[in-house]
């Protein structure tokens, strides 16, 4: 016999059934205006709510038993992996400071061919600003010398007529160590903030219809969460923690909707 009582209606598992295929992670800092989706999530993301209790156990009857639960704190934790390297994605995972102009300079390497016989030439990938530290044979046997083996011209290497670069054939690569002067890069301080706070926000949504969530937070402080791998074949990670903080009472709110 189904009850006709209120509050006997069951759910229905077919409708609410979810497996989320769309998670975005929008990010606020304090004191600016500006939303960044900050892209792709690795892994799964973790939303834990983190409840105490203070238990009041009574003795009235004998042994003692629990006669009020009482809500002592409360917050939310979320962990997320950034698979996204952007300069705000690594700003938050570093901890890093303000964003500022900078100059740097890097280091390559390039393997290129000889072009044409005698007084052929080697042309670097980069051309602009280049120190060129040493040419050597494919092999590392030769270490082959500026102005004797040959001349360098703005990443362009020329086989001098007196040495023996000249006479190598055409296709003959050589192995080149060079530094590039860069101008136009930007830095940050790691580990120079004291706090990295501002609004959150995680969109969910199903493909296969169902219920879309939106889960906001007014105030979050998002932290390092381990170690920042490098890994040689998988995508690059940076993973944080985000911790709700109470804002005049409230943390945030849930939306959800038909999708």
Same mark, same amino acid.
């Given at each position: *016999?189904?009850? /006709? +009582?209120?509050?006997?209606?069951?759910?229905?598992?077919?409708?609410?059934?979810?497996?989320?295929?769309? =998670?975005?992670?929008?990010?606020?800092?304090?004191?600016?205006?500006?939303?960044?989706?900050?892209? !792709?999530?690795?892994?799964? =993301?973790?939303?834990?709510?983190?409840?105490?209790?203070?238990?009041?156990?009574?003795?009235?009857?004998?042994?003692?038993?629990?006669? #009020?639960?009482?809500?002592?704190?409360?917050?939310?934790?979320?962990?997320?992996?950034?698979?996204?390297? &952007?300069?705000?994605?690594?700003?938050?995972?570093?901890?890093?400071?303000?964003?500022?102009?900078?100059?740097?300079?890097?280091?390559? @390497?390039?393997?290129?061919? +000889?072009?044409?016989?005698?007084?052929?030439?080697? /042309?670097?990938?980069? /051309?602009?600003?280049?120190?060129?530290?040493? =040419?050597?044979?494919?092999?590392?046997?030769?270490?082959?010398?500026?102005?004797?083996?040959?001349?360098?011209? &703005?990443?362009?290497? /020329?086989?001098?007529?007196?040495?023996? *670069?000249?006479?190598?054939?055409?296709?003959?690569?050589?192995?080149?160590?060079?530094?590039?002067? #860069?101008? !136009?890069? #930007? #830095?940050?301080? *790691?580990?120079?903030?004291? @706090?990295?706070?501002?609004?959150?926000?995680?969109?969910?949504?199903?493909?296969? $219809?169902?219920? $879309?969530?939106?889960?906001?937070? !007014?105030?979050?402080?998002?932290?390092?969460?381990?170690?920042?791998?490098?890994?040689?074949?998988?995508?690059?990670?940076?993973?944080?923690?985000?911790?709700?903080?109470?804002?005049?009472?409230?943390?945030?709110?849930?939306?959800?909707?038909?999708?």
């Amino acid at each position: *016999m189904v009850s /006709t +009582k209120q509050g006997y209606l069951a759910t229905n598992i077919a409708q609410n059934v979810q497996i989320p295929h769309g =998670v975005s992670f929008h990010f606020r800092r304090t004191g600016t205006s500006l939303w960044v989706d900050l892209g !792709d999530l690795g892994g799964d =993301v973790s939303i834990e709510p983190t409840v105490d209790f203070f238990e009041f156990q009574s003795r009235r009857s004998g042994l003692r038993g629990v006669s #009020k639960r009482i809500l002592s704190s409360r917050g939310i934790t979320i962990e997320a992996t950034l698979n996204e390297v &952007a300069p705000e994605n690594i700003r938050l995972a570093f901890f890093g400071g303000a964003e500022t102009s900078a100059n740097a300079t890097l280091y390559e @390497t390039a393997i290129p061919a +000889k072009v044409g016989a005698g007084a052929g030439t080697w /042309t670097l990938p980069d /051309t602009t600003g280049v120190t060129i530290d040493s =040419v050597r044979s494919i092999d590392g046997e030769s270490t082959y010398t500026d102005g004797v083996e040959y001349t360098d011209a &703005a990443g362009v290497l /020329t086989a001098e007529a007196t040495g023996a *670069m000249f006479d190598a054939a055409v296709g003959t690569r050589v192995h080149v160590t060079y530094s590039i002067a #860069k101008t !136009d890069i #930007k #830095k940050f301080e *790691m580990l120079s903030t004291t @706090t990295q706070e501002g609004a959150a926000q995680f969109q969910i949504r199903n493909n296969n $219809g169902g219920l $879309g969530q939106i889960y906001e937070l !007014d105030s979050v402080h998002v932290a390092p969460n381990g170690a920042l791998n490098v890994p040689v074949e998988d995508p690059q990670s940076l993973p944080v923690t985000l911790t709700a903080q109470e804002v005049n009472g409230l943390f945030g709110r849930v939306y959800y909707f038909d999708v």
